[in-house]
C-alpha cells in the first residue's frame, strides 16, 4: 500500500503536467494581429515577414482581400520597384498564410492594391478618422508595435 500511493501520485502529477503541456501546444500563440495565429501557418507567416517585411512594415493580410494577396505574391513588378522570384514552394505556404488570415473580395469588385482604397482597412477603422490617407509610413503613429507585427497596441496619434 505504502508503495502504491507514490506511483499513483506521481502518475498523477505526470498526467497533469503532460495535460497542461498538451494545452499550451495546442493554445494559438498570441498574434497581434487580427486572428490567432494557428500552429500550422506558422512557418507561412514566417517566410512572409522575411520576404515581405524588410522594404517596408509587413501588411497585416486582413487590411487586403484575398485577391489582392495572390497578384502580389505572383508578381515581380512591384509598384515603383521590382521583386526577386520567390522559390515556389516559399510562394506557396507565403499564399496560403495569407489566403488563411484574408477575405476575398466579391468578383467584379475593383482590388484595391493600396490599403487606404481598401474597405476591409475602413472596416478594421470604424472610429478612426485619418487626418491623412493611410500609408505604410503612417501606421506607425498609432500602431507603435507594427516592428513586432502587432497591431492591437494602439496609441492616440501626437
Ligand atoms: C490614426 C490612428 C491609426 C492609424 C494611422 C492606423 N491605425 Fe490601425 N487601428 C487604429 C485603431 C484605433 C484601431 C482599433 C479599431 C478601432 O478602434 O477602430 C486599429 C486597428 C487596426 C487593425 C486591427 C487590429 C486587431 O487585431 O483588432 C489592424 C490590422 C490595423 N489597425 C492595421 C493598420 C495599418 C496596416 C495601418 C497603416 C496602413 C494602420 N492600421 C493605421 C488606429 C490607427
Ligand atoms: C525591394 C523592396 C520591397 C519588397 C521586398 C517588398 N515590397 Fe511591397 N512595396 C515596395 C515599394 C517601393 C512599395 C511602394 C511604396 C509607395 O509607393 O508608397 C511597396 C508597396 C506595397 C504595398 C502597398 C501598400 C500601400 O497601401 O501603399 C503592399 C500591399 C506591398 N508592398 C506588399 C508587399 C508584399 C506582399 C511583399 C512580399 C512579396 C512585398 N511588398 C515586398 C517595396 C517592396
Known amino acids: 500500500m505504502g508503495a502504491i500511493a507514490p506511483a ?3 502518475s498523477l502529477v505526470l498526467s497533469v503536467g503532460l495535460g497542461w503541456q ?3 501546444a495546442i493554445e494559438p500563440a498570441v498574434a497581434g494581429t487580427v486572428d490567432p495565429l494557428q500552429p500550422e501557418q506558422q512557418i507561412g507567416q514566417q517566410l512572409y515577414l522575411e520576404n515581405c517585411g524588410t522594404c517596408h512594415l509587413a501588411v497585416p493580410p486582413a487590411v487586403l482581400p484575398t485577391q489582392t494577396w495572390y497578384q502580389l505574391i505572383n508578381d515581380t513588378r512591384h509598384y515603383s520597384t521590382n521583386l526577386t522570384p520567390l522559390p515556389r514552394f516559399d510562394a506557396q505556404l507565403i499564399v496560403r498564410y495569407l ?5 476575398p473580395y466579391y468578383e467584379g469588385e475593383a482590388l484595391p492594391f493600396r490599403v487606404s482604397s481598401s474597405r476591409f482597412f475602413t472596416a478594421l477603422h470604424p472610429q478612426v478618422e485619418f487626418e491623412q490617407s493611410p500609408s505604410l509610413n503612417s501606421c506607425v503613429a498609432c500602431h507603435p508595435q507594427v516592428a513586432n507585427f502587432n ?3 494602439i496609441v492616440e496619434p501626437g
Open 22 to 24: 498538451l494545452a499550451q
Open 99 to 103: 489566403q488563411f488570415y484574408s477575405r
Open 151 to 153: 497591431f492591437r497596441q
Open 8 to 10: 499513483f501520485l506521481l
